[in-house]
């Protein structure tokens, strides 16, 4: 009998969905369609140190970097009765309360860099560095997270370029920010990205995805996320969250001995495409974007609906919104929105025509 499991190749972040079986004396790694990626011989079959946790365990060989990791316990009974010692640590030996001494100091200070010392350090560098430099990181970051594409989206991103649709784009941006002075320009795109996301690099850079603009039911929501972007924009949020990243990623990166900085940069990415600031942030951004919307004549309670309709599906695995379901406090941040309302009149952000462009700016797309 298969066992489902995920198999890291030891090259890739990227994990792949595989079924394992035993046979009599290895262990078969196939994809679900039957085709064999490797035969594990037992005698060389170990479980990664931490035992198993929450029926949770992981399989890997004395030979080299690959892994799986599976939950079934079945499969764990009959591995542990062919492999001897397959979960037991090892023997113990003189000197080993010294060694996990030494350990857990190291453990210890690296989690001081990585949680305290470096966001202090990302705090004050934020503040110090020149616009210019940080236009010049954004576009960076934009060309990285454009690489390793294909290893978080499955499939590298294009840019959604249809002309009308840039036009929508266009205007709905220059209504939200008419009465803002950054010290760069917005830069505002889509991509053609299944996921319900908008992120916020450095520099003025802001990208959205296809499926949130999908997913949305009118231009008030869309102009909604902008604004909060927007907010971080201005208060250079994704900015200190790509210091801290690229913080953290290259620290890891010096342990591991990772020269190339492969591993700092996909840490880095996710950071940015799961971006989870802090509660403060993520409040000074909606505050900052119910007062744009307020300024610019949006309707603010849009926003609202938004929230709502976002906290509802949260539980919903086919319509679940990822960016904003992972952020706290959606009921009150919703009535947050409602609370503010708008202090003048209410225009609609985009005719109805340029709604539809908008929805339709992916059917032209450019390669990134």
Same mark, same amino acid.
């Given at each position: 009998?298969?066992?489902?499991?995920?198999?890291?190749?030891?090259?890739? #972040?990227?994990?792949?969905?595989?079924?394992?079986?035993?046979?009599?004396?290895? %262990?078969?790694?196939?994809?679900?369609?039957?085709?064999?990626?490797?035969?594990?011989?037992?005698?060389?079959? !170990? $479980?990664?140190?931490?035992?198993?946790?929450?029926?949770?365990?992981?399989? #890997? %060989?004395?030979?080299?970097? $690959?892994?799986?990791?599976? /939950?079934?316990?079945?499969?764990?009974?009959?591995?542990?009765?062919?492999?001897?010692?397959?979960?037991?640590?090892? #023997?113990?030996?003189?000197?080993?309360?010294?060694?996990?001494?030494?350990?857990?100091?190291?453990?210890?200070?690296?989690?001081?860099?990585? @949680?305290?010392?470096?966001? !202090?350090?990302?705090?004050?560098?934020?503040?110090?560095?020149?616009?210019?430099?940080?236009?010049?990181?954004?576009?960076?970051?934009?060309?990285? %997270?454009?690489?390793?594409?294909?290893?978080?989206?499955?499939?590298?991103?294009?840019?959604?370029?249809?002309?009308?649709?840039?036009?929508?784009?266009?205007?709905?941006?220059?209504?939200?920010? &008419?009465?803002? *002075?950054?010290?760069?320009?917005?830069?505002?795109?889509?991509?053609?990205? *299944?996921?319900?996301?908008?992120?916020?690099?450095?520099?003025?850079?802001?990208?959205?995805?296809?499926?949130?603009?999908? &997913?949305?039911?009118?231009?008030? &929501?869309?102009?909604?996320?902008?604004?909060?972007?927007?907010?971080?924009?201005?208060?250079? /949020?994704?900015?200190?969250?790509?210091?801290? +990243?690229?913080?953290?990623?290259?620290?890891?990166?010096?342990?591991?001995?990772?020269?190339?900085?492969?591993?700092?940069?996909?840490? $880095?990415?996710?950071?940015?495409?799961?971006?989870?600031?802090?509660?403060?942030?993520?409040?000074?951004?909606?505050? @900052? +974007?119910?007062?744009?919307?307020?300024?610019?004549?949006? /309707?603010?309670?849009?926003?609202?609906? @938004?929230?709502?309709?976002?906290?509802?599906?949260?539980?919903?695995?086919?319509?679940?919104?990822?960016?904003?379901?992972?952020?706290?406090?959606?009921?009150?941040?919703?009535?947050? +929105?409602?609370?503010?309302?708008?202090?003048?009149?209410?225009?609609?952000?985009?005719?109805?025509?340029?709604?539809?462009? %908008?929805?339709?700016?992916? /059917? *032209?797309?450019?390669?990134?």
């Amino acid at each position: 009998m298969a066992s489902t499991a995920r198999y890291f190749d030891g090259n890739s #972040a990227q994990p792949r969905q595989v079924m394992l079986a035993t046979g009599t004396a290895t %262990l078969v790694i196939a994809t679900a369609e039957g085709r064999v990626i490797a035969n594990w011989q037992l005698t060389d079959l !170990r $479980a990664l140190p931490g035992g198993v946790k929450d029926g949770a365990y992981t399989l #890997a %060989l004395h030979t080299n970097t $690959a892994r799986v990791e599976c /939950d079934d316990p079945v499969l764990l009974r009959d591995l542990r009765r062919q492999v001897r010692g397959l979960t037991r640590g090892p #023997a113990r030996r003189r000197g080993t309360g010294r060694v996990a001494l030494w350990a857990g100091g190291a453990v210890g200070a690296l989690a001081l860099m990585v @949680f305290g010392l470096i966001p !202090r350090l990302a705090e004050r560098l934020t503040v110090l560095i020149d616009p210019q430099v940080e236009i010049a990181m954004g576009n960076q970051v934009r060309n990285r %997270l454009a690489d390793i594409s294909p290893m978080l989206l499955d499939a590298r991103a294009q840019a959604c370029v249809q002309p009308a649709g840039q036009k929508a784009l266009d205007l709905m941006v220059s209504r939200v920010s &008419e009465t803002l *002075d950054l010290p760069y320009p917005l830069r505002v795109e889509i991509w053609d990205a *299944d996921m319900v996301n908008a992120i916020t690099l450095p520099g003025g850079r802001v990208i959205f995805f296809d499926g949130l603009i999908g &997913e949305a039911d009118s231009a008030e &929501e869309v102009a909604g996320v902008l604004a909060h972007e927007i907010g971080h924009v201005a208060h250079r /949020d994704g900015l200190r969250l790509s210091l801290r +990243a690229a913080g953290s990623a290259g620290l890891l990166g010096l342990i591991v001995g990772d020269a190339t900085g492969g591993a700092a940069a996909i840490i $880095a990415a996710e950071q940015l495409l799961n971006a989870s600031y802090t509660r403060d942030a993520e409040t000074a951004a909606d505050a @900052f +974007a119910f007062d744009l919307l307020d300024d610019a004549d949006v /309707d603010v309670a849009a926003f609202a609906g @938004f929230f709502d309709r976002v906290g509802q599906q949260a539980g919903e695995q086919s319509a679940i919104m990822e960016h904003f379901a992972t952020h706290p406090n959606l009921e009150l941040r919703a009535d947050q +929105a409602r609370s503010h309302g708008n202090a003048g009149t209410v225009r609609p952000i985009l005719s109805d025509q340029q709604w539809r462009d %908008l929805r339709a700016i992916c /059917d *032209d797309k450019l390669p990134l």
